[in-house]
């Protein structure tokens, strides 16, 4: 008679854990993708109420400004938002910066991808689901960094680069910019 090994845990749960901890990400990078529309629409549309306002203003004060530069990139800046918003809503925008950054991996996955090599050739060991567990935190990542990006140049643009708290301001700048460098682009095949 075979003796049945009980272990701590049923693997069929584990199974059935990693199965759903893969389904949810695509249905979070879905709602992402439209959280990512909403804010670079309202962003855009910020840019032309607030150049309506400015319009508005000196109207009613009656201000001759023949200095007209930041209306212009008012207008140029908005608009720009509100079509970068439709290019993520139907995608041509995701196929582009796809293409434009194909070769351009973070150093979190070019370091996964050396150890995956190194743990094949030495050990041959198989990682691959490890891979499948943490390159969707990864492009989790590199999402939060992408959205840092654009409030932080949301924030210089919207005050006529004229920074409140610039220490503030320059931390985020350059934390959002080295969690690009470490987590790449990634989230942008899971925005598809």
């Not at 389904?23 to 962003?43: E, H, T």
């Not at 607030?50 to 400004?65: A, T, W």
């Not at 925008?93 to 070019?110: A, E, K, M, P, R």
């Not at 643009?157 to 910019?177: A, D, E, G, H, M």
Request: negative net charge; charged residues 15%; proline residues 3%.
């Amino acid at each position: 008679m075979v003796k049945k090994i009980l272990l701590p845990f049923d693997p069929e749960i584990i199974e059935n854990i990693y199965i759903l901890y893969l389904d949810f990400f695509p249905n979070l990078f879905l709602i992402l993708k439209f959280v990512l529309v909403i804010i670079l629409f309202s962003l855009g549309v910020l840019y032309l109420l607030s150049l309506k306002g400015n319009y508005l203003r000196k109207k009613l004060l009656k201000i001759e400004d023949e200095t007209n530069d930041f209306n212009n990139i008012s207008i140029i800046l908005g608009i720009i938002l509100i079509m970068m918003a439709f290019g993520v809503l139907l995608n041509y925008l995701i196929y582009f910066f796809i293409w434009v950054f194909q070769y351009f991996d973070g150093f979190i996955l070019i370091s996964l991808s050396l150890f995956e090599d190194f743990m094949v050739e030495n050990f041959g060991l198989n990682i691959t689901v490890f891979n499948e567990i943490i390159t969707p935190l990864i492009a989790l990542g590199s999402f939060i960094s992408i959205l840092q990006i654009i409030f932080v140049l949301f924030y210089f643009t919207n005050n006529r680069f004229v920074v409140i708290r610039p220490k503030k301001s320059i931390i985020i700048l350059t934390t959002s910019v080295i969690q690009i460098l470490l987590f790449g682009f990634e989230c942008l095949p899971y925005l598809l």
